[in-house]
């Protein structure tokens, strides 16, 4: 079986822990490596029990903790080519790199099998991942993409459990403080998942049998836990799952099991 547990989440960074009882990896490591091994720590894990990461994209919050990370242990580091060229510019992380040429690559790492797939977001690429136990047991993770695409769905409705964006509330977006670029920015299809994107993402994967969701990446300054969890809970309910699935927003500061 597989446990998530997202380390910390948004704009300020992003890891999330995928374990089995023998093999665990991290998606992105995002903030620095103190914040990494303290989080892993709470979780009863060091750096030592990481097998493998496997970066989504190469902006900041999603990678800004490898190089000094690699510098205290070398773990593998997989990555898609074009996010690559940003991660190589530090000397310990490009040691690290396993570089992936395609963006739909498989990698096998203990008895998980991980498989990305593209998502659309103003990087130079951007992947999610389903990773599969050799039990059986499936498990994605979707963060940063500016619009759910069908592949995303395709990829995502084996799985058990996921982590998602619910990244904004558009009306807050649109209300809110930041300059009128920055706002065209996360609502553009190469932004970021509003809530009621989500919402509706999650209410089909629910229907394929979904059971447990974490939302993930939301916004300081345009959303609230509340406002997430309220407009997949009001989705979920419209379809009569709404008490069959568990849905948890992931903590900004530290870790949250799913
Ligand atoms: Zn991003
Ligand atoms: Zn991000």
Redesign the pocket.
């Known amino acids: 079986m597989i446990e998530i547990s997202t380390l910390f989440s948004g ?1 300020s960074g ?1 890891s999330t822990l995928i374990r089995t009882e023998s093999c665990a990896i991290l998606i992105d490591a995002g903030r620095n490596c103190k914040a990494v091994c303290e989080a892993l720590h709470k979780l009863g894990m060091t750096l030592d029990d990481i097998r493998a990461v496997f970066v989504t994209h190469e ?1 900041s ?2 990678i800004s903790a490898l190089d000094v990370m690699m510098r205290k242990r070398a773990i593998p580091i997989h990555v898609t080519e074009p996010s690559s060229r940003e991660l190589c510019k530090k000397a310990s992380a490009a040691q690290c790199a396993v570089i992936h040429k395609e963006l739909c690559f498989t990698e096998r790492v203990g008895d998980l099998t991980v498989t990305a797939f593209p998502l659309p977001h103003d990087s130079a690429a951007n992947v999610g991942y389903v990773i599969t136990c050799d039990d059986g047991d499936c498990a994605g993770v979707a ?2 993409m500016g619009y759910p695409t069908q592949l995303c769905f395709e990829r995502l409705r084996c799985c058990r459990q996921a982590v998602l964006e619910a990244n904004h509330d558009p009306g807050m977006v649109k209300n809110g403080p930041y300059p009128r670029a920055l706002k065209e920015r996360i609502l553009s299809r190469g932004g970021h998942l509003s809530n009621s994107d989500c919402a509706q993402l999650i209410m089909g994967l629910c229907e394929c049998g979904m059971e447990k969701i974490m939302l993930a ?1 939301l916004s300081l300054d345009n959303n609230t836990p509340d406002k997430a969890r309220e407009a997949v809970s009001e989705g979920l309910s419209s379809i009569g799952l709404d008490d069959k699935v568990t849905v948890k927003v992931a903590w900004r500061d530290g870790p949250r099991t799913l």
């Open positions: 704009s992003n902006h919050d999603h963060t940063d990446h």
